[in-house]
């Protein structure tokens, strides 16, 4: 098996011109296409529409070159837009196809799997079943990618639902009490639940710690390796777990590791140096969570982030580590998501680097 | 002579508790102190009024502790409110004592002094008017920091006015015509002919380069060690020079650099390289400009920040350096500010740092 | 006893210069001033500045004419700054002068009279304990304003406080379980408790109703006469209480209704018909409270204000309602707050018209 | 012929099931269908994607429905989604069939035609070949109206482009320049070029009065009838001509007025009363454009809508007219477009109705 990873820079939520060229021109296979992640410039709260638009028009492409309808396209493509470039971040897509071809190195390279929750009732985001449902799907998803060690997979890139105030009506008229009405905060609860989910499924988390009550409230608890983004476009989640296994190629391999702090740039050396192999290639994506520290202090030092009603937490901590990644880093296409409930420590996040190696 | 520079966080725009006490307990002398640079937490654009609060109260507790009118106080100590602590920035304000005292050293020490520009008519700004004056006063400036030549002037930080709706019609009236009469692009006019009167002062370019056309249209022409930034709570320049001159005790001392754009880390590096002397010492302040890079692209990958309706250019900037320098430095008490027209390159800036010497 | 009611257009939150004017020239008493009602033009969100700018300019005008204080003013002024000044809301104050003067007339006039709370602890926000102290501070300035009957209160105002990160983090350390650590949310609770608190005063609920968990919860209860307004500048309640009574000359008076919704313009022509007298006389001043609809809907039709993560609800609230208001009287300088928790029914809120009858 | 006007409310950008059930049921024709006006939930300025989202979703609704390409799609049908429902207005779309059946009345009846400029280059943005383009345009969709009289206009909706950063760069390397590099002043000039385009047409000023000098300046040009539009996601004018004129049946009929200012409600009275016929029916559609006074006031209050740089003036004035007719109407499902420079006085602008007979 052997994973490939294609950058393309985005000039618009809806530009699909540089992966249709590469489809056109052989490329890419469309059919071995299992999953997109894009950063969108939209705000990536609740009215964020530029995930559903971009969605949209990838799948649309999809649809055309694979002759299939959109429906079929959204089950075997996991398309995870995750909204905000706030900043300097760049708009881009990152598109992973996975090929059945045998591996030409023996050292573990870049395994994916996708796999997807049933849709969720609006009462249970947030809640004990969202978590449950994710642990499922990310088991199903690694036995996709060839991955039998937990300790093999390195992120997990998951999209889930939010509510907004017509889903939060709809199930009051059930008589269902949901987590939260407030359709900002919403996100927050539905990506910490995913988040407590990945942890369970890669026990770093004991099934007994997990509650309902514990969902964006016991921040002790936590994965290392989660990344999950918020979205109004979908009602149900998508996961792709990336890990490093055998019998993967090892052109592309990804590393990860945890960002203590949104400052902490050194994060990313310390993923570099995880990744198998001797180290050498061209960093293809880093992928990050951003999150403001709830007590509003960063390293001793006041921030502004929840008190600010102008612009909310997430979008100013995304242009945060979107600054300090990209002057560690040198580059700005990074796929930096915010909201880090339940992932990595207060404040911090994981953090993945997926690698290109000139020779594999 | 001896400059010494004092840090405080800030809790609110009018906290000047921290200030307050060490004027109390003799850690400060009141009638020593010439400016005081903060950072706000305001947008930094056209209707930020934590600026204004700032200045009332730091104009307040000096009147109550000189026991002067608060027009006197305005006299003597130049305030320079620059608002947006957008990301991870943290609040504070730098308070600059100069003191008449033998130095303690031979080698060059922190060297500071101020000057105002008279008050501008609306029609000045972002003129030749504003170029000419602020030129006047940095010479000025220099003068009473007794820095001789130019080359010893590190870093020069303006407080500039703005065009608000009500100042355009005034001058309308007269039948004077402004250089813009929107009010947030008055700001970058405003910080342009101001960074091109230091550039002027400084011999940075040639007269014969100026005129009222070159403000915000040849950014060829630039200044690196202005940092200007704009208002709506003055009507004239207010100019703080910082250098390193013989004569002055060196316990504090100042180096500055360029950004060559906004992921220029190593400017820090390269700027604590310039602080004369062996270098040792803590990081008791940083200060550089932010803007977001006019072509729409960083190293290449494209920013969303002049395409925003949302949040303004200038806050996206900010957060971008703030975490940039934050990143590199590992705190986030920096005095970053929005808008670098003829300041550094496209996208870049200057970039000052002042260190405090654990042995003078 | 006489109420007059100077309304002045301000050009910036800290323009204090029409009042000073009036100050100067006699058309005000200075030693009679009791409350200063102010629209400003910040966010009239949590990090709304303009609120403690507009006060701190009112405190020092009160402070030096009346040679006194800022303390001393603090406690003889209510001074009620309510921040947004959304769509063509126009800032300017309200200057409530009390005189002890014969009332010329016989039929009841405008009676004001205003009282503290003590200041409250951040766990008390939001809680009975808030509830109970604006009910008696209700009373206390109903008593002041020589309001015996609760019928003849037409409009309570109150200043109230929010919670800000830092609120929160000290009432964590003393053990202390404050009501909601989202900032934003503390102004809704803020606001519905004193709201209930002036229910519970003027018997439009039984206190049997009253727990905590009420407050922003049971949206059934709520005072047809109370209009609240949170800032971070004050840690206790300031009441204004504003009815007809005899006693009070009738050259101004005050009438007040309920919005049944957003839209509700002929609340305006309801409350000026009880308006006591011949109803002859010009708008003084009209105060309103707006807020988006919990269903979502205004009449049947979908509104967004809750699903906007650019703009925050109550912003958008207040420029619709100053719209619907605006279109309706004519002007703008309307005294519009947003958030009406427990002030009138869900998406309507109280109104209260205040004339100046041209012969008393 | 026979204009009828379908109005749908919308649950998000890119809802369009109850148009599909409409045209499934046979209520709506698809091929008689020549436009479609839409109010969407973006922000209504340069990054407002929920435009394209729209326009993309109801192409392919036609698409599939009509069995054709997207591209052919766009040729018959103008889509024009007008962002921006701040306050209380509510997203919805209205949907134009134009059917070739006789008349049932003598009476005039509305009457629609649809006609698109070519594409402009950026540098043609807001100067005289938009102008000209347009004009030439609204005469041929007139004459698709059968409407022969300037004075049978009641009003035209256009929907025209705006400059990004990526097309001002494009023109540049060509050596063209436009007419401003600031994104969000290129809607007003795209507007304001278009809107004396329609004037041009129908004579309300003189071509030698055009010059490209005259956009956005000369304030005193502007036409009474025009609504224009800017967005992204096209590149040419789409133009849609309403009407009353013979031999079109009187089922739907048009009247127009021109709003004097932002608070003139009775707009809708005079242009209710300029409807044809007995004037019985029910508004189906209110159309109508919102711009912030430039002299910073409303009936000589101050306004802040020039000077906010968190919300832009074009959502301000949105919300403040939206209410201001939402509470004149009683509802909110209103087409208010923000931007009406020419279009209108300054501050004002046209407006127009469109009722539905009960008995045509």
Redesign the interface.
């Known amino acids: 098996m052997k994973t490939r990873v294609h950058r393309f ?1 985005t ?4 530009d699909v011109s540089p992966l249709r060229r590469a489809l056109d021109e052989g490329g890419i296979n469309a059919e071995k296409v299992i999953a997109i992640l894009g950063k969108t ?3 990536g ?6 995930r ?2 971009s969605t ?2 990838l799948t ?1 492409l999809f649809s055309e070159v694979l002759g299939l309808s959109d429906e079929a396209v959204a089950e075997r493509i996991a398309l995870v837009m995750s909204g905000g ?8 897509i990152l598109v992973f196809e996975v090929m059945d071809e045998p591996a030409l190195s023996t050292s573990p390279g870049l395994a994916a799997g996708v796999a997807f929750t049933p849709s969720f009732l609006p009462e249970q985001i947030g809640r004990r079943a969202q978590i449950d449902a994710t642990a499922q799907a990310v088991r199903e998803a690694m036995a996709r990618a060839g991955i039998e060690r937990d300790e093999d997979v390195h992120f997990v890139q998951i999209k889930c639902p939010l509510l ?3 889903r939060c ?1 709809e199930a009051a008229r059930r008589g269902a009490a949901v987590a939260t009405t ?4 919403s996100m927050a609860y539905s990506r910490g639940a995913s988040a407590l989910g990945v942890a369970l499924a890669l026990g770093e988390i004991e099934p007994a710690q997990l509650r309902d009550a514990a969902v964006c409230h016991e921040f002790g608890l936590y994965s290392g390796r989660a990344s999950t983004s918020a979205g ?1 476009e979908l009602m149900r989640n998508e996961i792709l777990v990336l890990g490093n296994a055998p019998g993967w190629d090892a052109e592309f391999r990804i590393g990860h590791d945890v960002m203590a702090d ?2 902490d ?1 050194d994060a990313v050396t310390r993923a570099l140096a995880r990744v198998p192999g001797d180290g050498a290639g061209e960093l293809v994506a880093l992928l990050a969570k951003a999150e403001p520290s709830r ?2 202090l ?15 937490a997430t ?3 995304r ?10 880093t ?4 990074l796929f930096v998501s915010g909201g880090a409930e339940h992932q990595g420590p207060d404040g911090g996040g994981p953090l993945a680097v997926i690698t290109h190696a000139l020779i594999s």
Chains 1, 2, 3, 4 share one sequence.
């Open positions: 820079a000039a618009a939520p809806d410039e939209g705000n709260c609740v009215n964020d529409f530029t559903a638009l949209l028009a649309r470039t706030e900043g300097g971040l760049s708009p881009h907004t105030s017509a009506d407030d359709t900002y905060e109004i949104a400052l740039a007590n509003g960063i390293r001793g030092h006041r921030h502004i982030m929840w008190d600010d009603s102008d612009i909310n979008r100013h901590a242009a945060l580590v979107g600054g300090v990644l990209a002057g560690r040198g580059h700005t296409a």
